[in-house]
């Protein structure tokens, strides 16, 4: 029997509290089929394509070269493909059913999005070409980054970095290049510190010691927003910025957002707003209005384009008028020729503080993310800010009585935060809650985060599912709460039981990778 750490069984067929699910002959359960690794499929002695011989030994690598066969698995096409396909069934996808993960925003990746990023004009060109060549897909980064930046009510955006972290990383190197050309100039002492909420992602204070500040938590009032007098007695000449997100990652609006804004510039300090939750206002709400300096933007969230094991992200930065000189190259400029990339620190970019990327950024996300704001207008984006809003709403709505909401009081913006409150005494996890979920065909909500909540558990629906969906979702969590509280804790502490693999040791196996295949020795092979 497979166990994991916590003596938890990891295979389906030896679930112990559930007799009647007897142990399948191949591993398959249903329709569902088990499968191996690609290296156990045995395929040494084949190949799935016909290469002609090659043609006499021109290899220049002497004695370099490979003598034993290198050792990959050889399986036909139609092996391959279920190999493949039967492992993508195993995982879960936001086109199988809800993926209710908050701060994550796995909406729906419109089918128009993906048709438009295969045109040729954008999948099949190169980054080193003639930019003479490529001036369509110069001339969409371009109108990409007019509407984000009038979406954001911002002056400039750096198109460059491939995800909200980097764009973290690229915020805050701007921030660190003008706090440096401000000593250059008018002297003074070089400021070390960068402030963020104790509900804040982990990426902003990891980013904030990444690039050399020392990261100091602002508290929280008992309404999960930032606590003013704090910051305020935080805020001092050696402040660099405040990295703050709004909505916040408890799902609540910063009501005091103008006085953040106003108190941070009063000490030279810089607004830096992490703009994952940007899908929750855009269309409502300019964060250039609200004195934010620079904030990343999702397009992975926000614009609605893949991400996870969906395909690579990108995360543009929007720069306020004090920032956008230090801004990364390159950009596209309007030049005499047509659109051009502006490549080098010098001319306009002469403050540049250098570049996030070998090129220009996720040509492919760009286009994924242009689409969407085309195929939405300025109303429908206005409106799936809105829908998200309402959805969440009515999930918390939904759940209230069962389980406790974190910030009770008050409509939340685009997702819902509970706490383990409701879970005291019944012996009951949120880990283990969320594992039944699993057995019940729903993929768990983001757990234990933000830390400020206890057994923190993160719903955020997204716009994009329907009503009778956020019903069955509901109605599935109401029942499994009131078995959490009617004691079956059986039926949580061993889940999940119906799911490919049960309790794995995550952080072991983070921690741990074994990437390397060997093969069985051959005794055990023969005692099989
Ligand atoms: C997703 C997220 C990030 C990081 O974005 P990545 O694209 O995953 O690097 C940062 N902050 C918040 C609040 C987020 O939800």
Redesign the pocket.
Known sequence: MSMNPVGRPTRPEVAATNDSVHPTLTGGRGLLQDEPLIFELGGWDKTGVDLPEAGGDTSVLGDLVRAEPIGLPGLSEPEAMRHYVRLSQKNHAIDLALYPLG???MKHNPRLNEKAARYPGFSDIHPLQPQSTVQGALELMDRLAHWLKTLTGMPAVALSPK??????LCGLLAIRAAHEAKVAREGGARRTTVLTPTS?????PATAAFVGYQVQEIAQTADGRVDLADLEAKLGPHVAAIMV?NPN?CGLFERDILEIARLTHAVGAYFYC?G??FNAIVGRVRPGDLGVDAM?I?L??TFSTP?GGGGP?A?PVVLSQALAPFAPVPWVVHGADGLQLLEQPEGEAADAFGRMCAFHGQMGMFVRAYAYMLSHGADGLRQAAEDAVLNANYVKARLSDVMTAAFPDGPCMHEALFDDRWLEGTGVTTLDFAKAMIDEGFHPMTMYFPLVVHGAMLIEPTETEPKHELDRFTDTLRVLAEAAKAGEVERFKGAPYHAPLRRLDETAAARKPRLRWTPPPAHAIAAE
């Open positions: 701060s994550c925003t995800a909200g972290a980097h764009g973290e804040a992602h982990g990426t902003n997100t990652t992490d994952a939750n990343h999702n992975h969230k991400h992200g995360g």
